[in-house]
């Protein structure tokens, strides 16, 4: 008899623990997160109503690796801060746009004491076969750090992605740019608009898209119709009977 053979005993009690660990963020209630300004506009319709996020096991644990990397790093900056090399501006620092409705709690601000200048921290972990393909931040993470510029008086940011696999990084200067907060501004306001008129704006993929496939709304935003164009989301006693047109906007 073999004395080893793959098993199913731990990992039924983690799925259990994932299961029931609430991963909803109380503090972006009513709010878009910095991280979330990239994502389609209907997502973040479904994010200002209120509507949960459904992760699966696997994503729970993704987040959680990116987390891991996250605390990585802040040991390092940490460190580097004892030598003296950095000053540690902000890390994990909450801030609100009130204007906005965004919220964003940035990795870190940091400056460098040899030249003096700041950069606003953004890290990353992504996949071996995107990692090798990079050659310039993904748009969204751009986004993402303009938020936060902006937030945290920041006009220099570096993104920096590790590769899951081998820990080899890779860092991108982002240098502020006006322009794309304007964007980010206009999108919202289209989606505050929609979402005043108890509207979703209409869906800007098909089913098949890789966004909606990985989106935590698919199930909401596909669901079948009910009645006349309308779809109620809504199944919790408080907000039992609202209805979203689904039509809008097409
Ligand atoms: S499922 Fe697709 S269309 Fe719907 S909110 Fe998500 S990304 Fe947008």
Same mark, same amino acid.
């Given at each position: 008899?073999?004395?080893?053979?793959?098993?199913?005993?731990?990992?039924?009690?983690?799925?259990?623990?994932?299961e029931?660990?609430?991963?909803?963020?109380?503090?972006?209630?009513?709010?878009?997160?910095?991280?979330?300004? *990239? %994502? $389609?506009?209907?997502?973040l319709?479904?994010?200002?109503? !209120? +509507?949960?996020?459904?992760?699966? =096991?696997?994503?729970? #644990?993704?987040?959680?690796?990116?987390?891991?990397?996250?605390?990585?790093?802040?040991?390092?900056?940490?460190?580097?801060?004892?030598?003296?090399?950095?000053?540690?501006?902000?890390?994990?620092?909450?801030?609100?746009?009130?204007?906005?409705?965004?919220? *964003? %709690? $940035?990795?870190?601000?940091?400056?460098?004491?040899?030249? !003096? +200048?700041?950069?606003?921290?953004? =890290?990353?972990?992504? #996949?071996?076969?995107?990692y090798?393909?990079?050659?310039?931040?993904?748009?969204?993470?751009?986004?993402?750090?303009?938020?936060y510029?902006?937030?945290?008086?920041?006009?220099?940011?570096?993104?920096?992605?590790?590769?899951?696999?081998?820990?080899?990084?890779?860092?991108?200067?982002?240098?502020?740019?006006?322009?794309?907060?304007? +964007?980010?501004?206009?999108?919202?306001?289209?989606?505050? #608009?929609?979402?005043?008129?108890?509207?979703?704006?209409?869906?800007?993929y098909?089913?098949?898209?890789?966004?909606?496939?990985?989106?935590?709304?698919?199930?909401?935003?596909?669901?079948?119709?009910?009645?006349?164009?309308?779809?109620?989301?809504?199944?919790?006693?408080?907000?039992?009977g609202?209805?979203?047109?689904?039509?809008?906007?097409?």
């Amino acid at each position: 008899m073999a004395i080893s053979k793959e098993t199913e005993i731990l990992a039924p009690l983690i799925a259990k623990f994932l299961e029931n660990r609430k991963d909803e963020r109380p503090e972006c209630s009513g709010y878009i997160s910095a991280s979330q300004v *990239g %994502k $389609c506009p209907r997502a973040l319709a479904f994010i200002l109503f !209120g +509507e949960k996020e459904v992760y699966s =096991l696997d994503v729970k #644990k993704i987040f959680d690796t990116g987390h891991a990397f996250h605390g990585k790093i802040e040991k390092y900056l940490n460190g580097l801060r004892e030598m003296g090399d950095i000053t540690i501006e902000a890390m994990e620092d909450r801030k609100y746009d009130e204007k906005l409705k965004i919220t *964003g %709690k $940035c990795d870190s601000v940091i400056k460098i004491n040899a030249t !003096g +200048e700041r950069y606003l921290i953004e =890290l990353k972990s992504i #996949k071996d076969a995107g990692y090798e393909w990079l050659k310039e931040p993904k748009p969204e993470h751009v986004g993402q750090a303009h938020v936060y510029m902006q937030m945290f008086d920041v006009r220099k940011a570096l993104i920096v992605y590790e590769n899951k696999d081998t820990q080899k990084m890779k860092e991108f200067l982002v240098n502020w740019d006006p322009k794309v907060l304007d +964007e980010i501004r206009k999108k919202l306001k289209k989606v505050f #608009k929609k979402v005043a008129q108890k509207k979703l704006p209409a869906k800007p993929y098909v089913e098949t898209d890789w966004q909606c496939r990985y989106c935590s709304f698919k199930k909401y935003c596909w669901a079948k119709d009910v009645g006349e164009g309308a779809m109620s989301i809504f199944d919790t006693d408080d907000r039992k009977g609202d209805t979203l047109d689904v039509n809008d906007g097409r």
